[in-house]
């Protein structure tokens, strides 16, 4: 019985030699990992959409993702999500976000007014070239944020899926 406690005890004392950055590091890998492919866009375990990155070829949403972020985001956040002084790195944001706030914060922006700053993050929730395109934004952060994505434009992707094609119709409204 003692013996048991001990060894509990002793257990819980050496959990933390094993490096707690090392297995949260794998875990948002593992988090991050494609299981599943809906005709061209790639979700992982939780049903999150995810990138899937093999031999320097990204998916079609981490491209368009790229793409979207240089037109809406990068002005503010810094070129390839690496952040500016007046808005955070999302290539580090996007470590500790999950996709429910990403959506959030994005459709309804955020102000910080502490230490009197007036630093202003923009309400997307009416602007179409931004939430037709959520998740491509999110999947391409989420790719930095993982170091599966590079900095600069990915050199190669894959084709347009025809769910994309179908989805961007509808949302846009032609
Ligand atoms: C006009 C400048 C500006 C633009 C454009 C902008 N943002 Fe922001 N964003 C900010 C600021 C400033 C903050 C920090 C607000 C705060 O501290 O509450 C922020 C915060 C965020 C956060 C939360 C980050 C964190 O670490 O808490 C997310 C996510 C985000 N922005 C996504 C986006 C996306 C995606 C786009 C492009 C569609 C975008 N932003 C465009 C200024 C901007």
């Not at 922006?109 to 037709?132: H, I, L, Q, S």
Request: with cysteine.
């Amino acid at each position: 019985m003692s013996i048991r406690i001990a060894i509990s005890v002793l257990a819980l004392a050496l959990l933390p030699l094993a490096g707690p950055t090392s297995a949260q590091a794998e875990d948002s890998a593992d988090k991050a990992k494609a299981v599943k492919d809906e005709g061209g866009k790639y979700l992982d375990a939780d049903g999150n959409p995810t990138f899937k990155i093999e031999n320097g070829t990204v998916d079609w949403y981490t491209f368009s993702g790229y793409r979207r972020y240089h037109s809406d985001c990068h002005v503010c956040h810094g070129q390839d999500g690496m952040g500016s002084t007046y808005a955070p790195a999302l290539a580090n944001s996007l470590k500790t976000i999950d996709y429910p706030t990403f959506l959030s914060i994005v459709a309804q922006g955020r102000k910080n007014t502490a230490n009197g700053k007036e630093n202003v993050m923009p309400a997307f929730g009416d602007n179409k070239n931004v939430y037709c395109y959520l998740d491509d934004l999110y999947v391409y952060l989420r790719a930095r944020a993982d170091g599966a994505a590079p900095r600069g434009r990915p050199p190669k992707h894959e084709d347009k899926p025809q769910a994309a094609k179908d989805a961007e119709k509808s949302c846009m409204g032609g």
